[in-house]
C-alpha cells in the first residue's frame, strides 16, 4: 500500500506524545497512518490508527471529514463487538485530532497464512477458508459491511494457549476482521453481495493457487448467516456485471 | 510518416486535427554520432519521438445561459461546421491527401445524435479520400492525447469531464477502470448548476464557474459522497441547486442570508466557491486512493474539467506529499479536441488496426476497459 517515497509522519496526537513506548509505523494507506504502541499501561499493546490533515482540503472540509470517519469507523466496531464479532475493541478515540486506538490483535494475516502455509494440509486450509467466511458471514449478520475485504485485512489470531501452534505456521486460530475504514451499515442485500466479490476477486489475485477454495469461504459464510440466501443470489448478478455498471453517455 | 486526421464531435464541441508520428529506426550501436550526448532520457526520445501537431482545429456549440446543448441541435451545429473545419484543418497542416494514413473518428461513448453526424462525415471522408477508417474511444483518446503532450509515463488517470468521471491506470493492455462517478458526471454536474445560477455557457459555463468560485470564501455544508473509489454527484446536484434557489429567496426578501461565523452575506460566488471545494476534495480523495492502491506517484489529469487550476493544485498538493507530481494540459487538449483522436487512432493503425465501412458505427456506451491498447507493453 505504502509508495516507494518516504514522506515524513504526521505530529502524533497528544496522549502518545509522551509516550516511553516508541510507536513504530506499521502501515501507511491513502487516508491513514497505523502504528504499534501502547494504551495507558506500557503492557498494553495497541494499534493507533492516525488519519492525518489533507493539506488540499479546505480545512472546515476537512475537519467535517475527520470528525464523521473517526465516528463511523468507531461505531461500527463497537456494534460488532457488542454484538459477539470478532473485531478489535476501541480503546480511546479523538475526532478533534482524527485517531482511534485499538486493541492489538496478535497473530499474523490471513494473506501470510495461506502463502506461508504447510502446502500438504488441505483439510487445514479448507477449514481456515469456512471460519473467513464465517467471520464474514457473522459480520453481515449484524447489518455491518466491510468494504474493503481482502486477505491482509484478516488476522489469525492465537486461540487460547495454543498459541504456539499458530506462530508455527499452523492455520488454526481465530479471524479476526481490522481495518474498517470504509465500513458502513447496510441492510440491502447489493452491498452484502458486492462486499463477498471484492473478497473473491482480492482473494482470486492474492492466492491465484487457491482460487478453487473459494467455495469453502461461501459455505462458511452460509452457515454463519441465516440471510445468505439472497445475497449468494445477487452475488451470482454482481459476478455477471462485474462491481461497474456498464458505462451511459 | 504516419500521418492521421481526427475527428471529435461526441458532445458539443466540434474537433477536427492532423497528427503526424515522425517515424525512427531504433538506434544501432554503430550509429553513434550523437552518443556523447545520449542520455537515457534522450535515448528514449529516439525510440519514440514525440508526435507532432500539424492542426488543431474547435468549434463550440454555445446554448444560451439558462439550458444545456440538445442532441439535435448539437448534430446540427456539427453538420454545419465539419467540412469547413476539415478544409480549414488540412489546409493548415499542409499536408498532401495522398501523405494521410487513416481517418480516425469517435466511435463513442458520447451523445448519440452529435457522434452520428460526425461519423458520417468520417465516413464520406473515407470513401472519397480512398482512406481507412479508425474508430477510437473517446476516454482512451484523451489518455492517449494527454500522455503524448505531459510526458506523463505510467500514471493513474483522472479522466473528468462534462459526460465522464473515471480514475484509470493502464494495466496487461487495458486501461482499467478503478474509480468513477455512479450516476452523473462531474462536470455535468458542473454545468447543471450554472443553469440555475444563469451563468453563461461561453466559453464554458465551468470555466465560469472557475471564475467565480475565486471571489468565494464561505463553505457552505453539502454532501460528500465517496464511496471507495466511487464517487457520486447527484445528490451534490440537489443539494446546491437548494442553495441556489434559498440565495435568490433571500435576495429579493429583507432577511438577507449571511454566513453563520463571520455574519458576512452569502453570495453567488461562495456558492461556487463551495461546490468546486467539495467535489474536488472528493476527486482528488478517489485518485489518492487508486495511487495507494497501485503504487504509483504520477497522475495526470485529462477531460474538460481538468484544466480547472483549482483542481489541478489540489491535487499537485496531494501529489506532491506523495514524493511524485501531477501532469495536466490546457484547454486545446484537456477540452474535447479531434488531435486526440487522431493520436489514439493512428497508434492503432500502426499496429494494424483499422474499422471497416460495416463496422464504423457509433456507440453512446462505449467502456475505457473495452479497447486493446496493444501499443503499450
Given at each position: ?8 509522519p504526521?505530529?502524533?496526537p497528544?496522549?502518545?506524545t ?10 501507511q494507506?491513502a487516508?491513514a ?7 495507558l499501561?506500557p ?12 493539506p ?5 472540509l476537512?475537519r ?7 465516528l463511523?469507523e468507531?461505531r461500527v466496531?463497537a456494534?460488532?463487538a457488542r ?9 480511546g478515540?479523538s475526532?478533534?485530532?482524527?485517531w482511534?486506538?485499538?486493541?492489538w490483535?496478535?497473530g499474523r494475516?490471513?494473506?501470510?497464512a495461506?502463502?506461508?502455509r ?6 487445514g486450509l479448507?477449514?481456515l477458508?469456512r471460519?473467513?467466511?464465517g467471520a464474514?458471514g457473522?459480520?453481515?449478520?449484524v ?6 475485504l481482502?486477505?491482509s ?5 492465537p486461540?487460547g494457549?495454543?498459541g504456539?501452534?499458530g506462530?508455527?505456521g499452523?492455520?488454526?486460530?481465530e ?8 465500513a458502513?451499515?447496510?441492510v440491502?442485500e447489493?452491498?452484502r453481495a458486492v462486499d463477498l466479490?471484492?473478497?473473491e ?7 491465484p493457487?487457491?482460487?478453487g477454495m473459494?467455495?469453502?469461504?461461501l ?6 448467516f441465516?440471510g ?7 452475488l451470482?448478478d454482481?459476478?455477471m456485471?462485474g462491481r461497474?455498471?456498464s458505462?451511459?453517455g | 510518416m504516419p ?5 471529435e464531435g461526441?458532445?458539443?464541441?466540434l474537433g477536427?486535427?492532423v497528427?503526424?508520428?515522425?517515424t525512427s529506426t531504433?538506434?544501432?550501436p554503430h550509429?553513434?554520432?550523437h552518443?556523447?550526448e545520449?542520455?537515457p532520457q534522450?535515448?528514449k526520445?529516439a ?6 501537431i500539424?492542426?488543431?482545429l ?8 439558462g439550458?444545456?446543448f ?5 448534430a446540427a451545429?456539427h453538420?454545419?461546421?465539419?467540412v469547413?473545419?476539415v478544409?480549414?484543418?488540412m489546409k493548415q497542416a499542409?499536408?498532401k491527401?495522398?501523405?494521410?494514413d487513416c481517418?480516425c473518428?469517435?466511435?463513442?461513448p458520447?451523445m ?5 453526424a460526425v461519423a458520417v462525415?468520417?465516413?464520406t471522408?473515407?470513401?472519397l479520400w480512398?482512406?481507412?477508417?479508425v ?7 484523451h489518455i492517449e492525447?494527454?500522455?503524448a503532450?505531459?510526458g ?6 483522472l ?5 465522464n468521471?473515471?480514475v484509470i491506470a493502464y494495466s496487461?493492455q ?6 468513477e462517478?455512479?450516476?452523473?458526471a462531474?462536470g ?6 450554472a443553469?440555475v445560477?444563469?451563468?453563461s455557457n461561453?466559453?464554458?459555463p465551468g470555466?465560469?464557474?472557475?471564475q ?7 463553505l457552505?455544508e ?5 464511496k471507495?473509489?466511487?464517487v457520486s454527484?447527484?445528490g ?11 440565495l435568490e ?6 432577511a438577507p ?6 455574519g458576512?452575506p452569502?453570495?453567488?460566488?461562495d456558492?461556487c466557491?463551495t461546490?468546486q ?10 485518485t489518492e486512493?487508486?495511487m495507494?492502491?497501485?503504487g504509483?506517484?504520477?497522475v495526470l489529469?485529462v477531460g474538460g ?5 483549482r483542481?489541478?493544485?489540489?491535487m499537485?498538493l ?8 501531477v501532469?495536466a494540459?490546457?484547454e ?7 488531435i486526440?483522436?487522431?493520436?489514439a487512432g493512428?497508434?492503432a493503425?500502426r499496429m ?11 456507440t453512446?456506451r462505449?467502456?475505457t476497459d473495452?479497447?486493446l491498447?496493444n501499443?503499450?507493453?
Amino acid at each position: 500500500m505504502a509508495t516507494t517515497t518516504k514522506t515524513t509522519p504526521p505530529a502524533l496526537p497528544v496522549p502518545f506524545t509522551t509516550s516511553t513506548t516508541p510507536l513504530t509505523l506499521i502501515t501507511q494507506g491513502a487516508e491513514a497512518h497505523l502504528y504499534r504502541t501502547t494504551f495507558l499501561t506500557p503492557t498494553t499493546p495497541a494499534a493507533l490508527k492516525i488519519r492525518p490533515p489533507k493539506p488540499w482540503r479546505h480545512p472546515v472540509l476537512d475537519r467535517r471529514l475527520t470528525r464523521q470517519r473517526v465516528l463511523a469507523e468507531a461505531r461500527v466496531l463497537a456494534k460488532c463487538a457488542r454484538e459477539g464479532v470478532a473485531v478489535p475493541g476501541v480503546l480511546g478515540l479523538s475526532w478533534e485530532e482524527g485517531w482511534v486506538a485499538m486493541e492489538w490483535v496478535e497473530g499474523r494475516s490471513v494473506k501470510e497464512a495461506v502463502r506461508g502455509r504447510d502446502v500438504g494440509d488441505e483439510e487445514g486450509l479448507r477449514g481456515l477458508m469456512r471460519r473467513v467466511g464465517g467471520a464474514v458471514g457473522r459480520l453481515h449478520a449484524v447489518g455491518v459491511v466491510h468494504g474493503d475485504l481482502t486477505t491482509s485485512n484478516m488476522m489469525l489470531r492465537p486461540v487460547g494457549d495454543g498459541g504456539e501452534k499458530g506462530e508455527a505456521g499452523g492455520l488454526e486460530g481465530e479471524i479476526v476482521l481490522i481495518d474498517f475504514g470504509l465500513a458502513g451499515q447496510t441492510v440491502q442485500e447489493e452491498d452484502r453481495a458486492v462486499d463477498l466479490y471484492v473478497l473473491e476477486r482480492a482473494f482470486g489475485s492474492t492466492h491465484p493457487r487457491e482460487e478453487g477454495m473459494f467455495g469453502e469461504v461461501l459455505e462458511g459464510y452460509m452457515e454463519a448467516f441465516k440471510g445468505s440466501k439472497g445475497t449468494l443470489r445477487r452475488l451470482e448478478d454482481v459476478r455477471m456485471r462485474g462491481r461497474k455498471k456498464s458505462m451511459i453517455g | 510518416m504516419p500521418i492521421a486526421i481526427g475527428l471529435e464531435g461526441s458532445a458539443n464541441k466540434l474537433g477536427v486535427g492532423v497528427i503526424l508520428h515522425p517515424t525512427s529506426t531504433p538506434p544501432s550501436p554503430h550509429d553513434s554520432a550523437h552518443s556523447d550526448e545520449d542520455s537515457p532520457q534522450s535515448r528514449k526520445k529516439a525510440y519514440s519521438p514525440p508526435a507532432q501537431i500539424l492542426s488543431n482545429l474547435r468549434h463550440t456549440f454555445v446554448s444560451p445561459p439558462g439550458t444545456g446543448f440538445l442532441p439535435k441541435d448539437t448534430a446540427a451545429h456539427h453538420r454545419r461546421w465539419v467540412v469547413r473545419l476539415v478544409k480549414q484543418a488540412m489546409k493548415q497542416a499542409k499536408v498532401k491527401l495522398e501523405d494521410v494514413d487513416c481517418i480516425c473518428y469517435t466511435k463513442g461513448p458520447g451523445m448519440g445524435a452529435p457522434l452520428n453526424a460526425v461519423a458520417v462525415a468520417a465516413r464520406t471522408l473515407s470513401q472519397l479520400w480512398n482512406k481507412p477508417l479508425v474508430g477510437v474511444n473517446h476516454c482512451v483518446g484523451h489518455i492517449e492525447m494527454g500522455r503524448a503532450i505531459t510526458g506523463a509515463e505510467n500514471p493513474v488517470v483522472l479522466y473528468v469531464s462534462g459526460g465522464n468521471t473515471q480514475v484509470i491506470a493502464y494495466s496487461a493492455q487495458r486501461y482499467r477502470i478503478f474509480g468513477e462517478a455512479l450516476d452523473i458526471a462531474v462536470g455535468n454536474c458542473l454545468d447543471r448548476f450554472a443553469r440555475v445560477l444563469n451563468i453563461s455557457n461561453d466559453p464554458a459555463p465551468g470555466y465560469n464557474i472557475e471564475q467565480m468560485a475565486k471571489k468565494g470564501k464561505h463553505l457552505i455544508e453539502l454532501p460528500y459522497t465517496v464511496k471507495g473509489m466511487d464517487v457520486s454527484f447527484s445528490g451534490i446536484l440537489a443539494s446546491v441547486e437548494e442553495l441556489a434557489r434559498k440565495l435568490e429567496k433571500s435576495k429579493s426578501s429583507d432577511a438577507p442570508w449571511l454566513d453563520a461565523e463571520s455574519g458576512e452575506p452569502i453570495t453567488r460566488e461562495d456558492l461556487c466557491f463551495t461546490l468546486q471545494e467539495n467535489v474536488f476534495a472528493m476527486l482528488v480523495e478517489i485518485t489518492e486512493r487508486a495511487m495507494a492502491h497501485v503504487g504509483a506517484n504520477q497522475v495526470l489529469i485529462v477531460g474538460g474539467v481538468g484544466c480547472n487550476e483549482r483542481l489541478q493544485d489540489m491535487m499537485g498538493l496531494m501529489a506532491s506529499e506523495r514524493g511524485g507530481s501531477v501532469y495536466a494540459t490546457d484547454e486545446r487538449f484537456c477540452i474535447d479536441n479531434g488531435i486526440m483522436i487522431a493520436q489514439a487512432g493512428l497508434l492503432a493503425w500502426r499496429m494494424g488496426f483499422k474499422t471497416t465501412l460495416e463496422e464504423s458505427t457509433t456507440t453512446q456506451r462505449f467502456r475505457t476497459d473495452e479497447p486493446l491498447i496493444n501499443w503499450r507493453d
